[in-house]
């Protein structure tokens, strides 16, 4: 690719990114009263507590990196992995060889991990050519930055995971590159 057209791919790409984070968070202003603590879920501690986002997840039908539409309720019923990532994200491109590695190694076996591109149909199937991600890998274009605000991504900053148990709760997320050893930890209480 170009560097001309990399550089305006990656403005555009930000441009796009902070507008999604002002419109987030004035629309979370709007709905909140000025007094009423943020919420942010990391945790689940009640039953039926993260029926929401969850459920939201497995409606969804979205195209693979080859362009199948792929419903992931079949993914219903095993702890999960889900990665919210794009192309252009430096961190999100640095934490994939790990995340590949750990959906082929052990853990992998236990453990369904996808990822939920926020790009363009044709950038997330170049970027999955390029790189022989071992994971399922979706697109969900900017939807995807509203399903991971469902998880309490309020911002909408990337890369954004979310650990979910065999149950459809919601254990642990995490925003901004992964610690492998402290998911590792998480993971060992599945």
């Known amino acids: 690719m170009n560097p001309k057209h990399m550089r305006a791919y990656i403005v555009v790409a930000l441009v796009f990114a902070a507008a999604g984070a002002y419109i987030g968070y004035q629309k979370k202003q709007k709905e909140q009263p000025a007094a009423a603590p943020a919420a942010t879920v990391t945790t689940s501690a009640q039953p039926g507590a993260d029926a929401g986002p969850v459920a939201a997840l497995f409606s969804q039908t979205l195209p693979d990196a080859q362009g199948r539409q792929i419903a992931l309720s079949q993914y219903k019923g095993k702890p999960m992995l889900v990665n919210f990532w794009a192309p252009w994200c430096g961190p999100c491109v ?97």
């Open 94 to 190: 640095r934490e994939m060889p790990e995340l590949s590695a750990l959906a082929a190694g052990e853990e992998g076996k236990k453990l369904q991990v996808i990822g939920i591109g926020i790009d363009s149909p044709s950038n997330i199937t170049e970027f999955n050519d390029k790189y022989k991600i071992s994971y399922p890998v979706f697109v969900a274009g900017m939807s995807g930055t509203d399903l991971s605000r469902q998880f309490g991504n309020a911002q909408g900053g990337l890369p954004f995971t979310v650990l979910i148990g065999a149950d459809g709760k919601i254990l642990k997320t995490y925003l901004g590159q992964l610690k492998f050893d402290q998911l590792r930890k998480d993971l060992a209480t599945l």
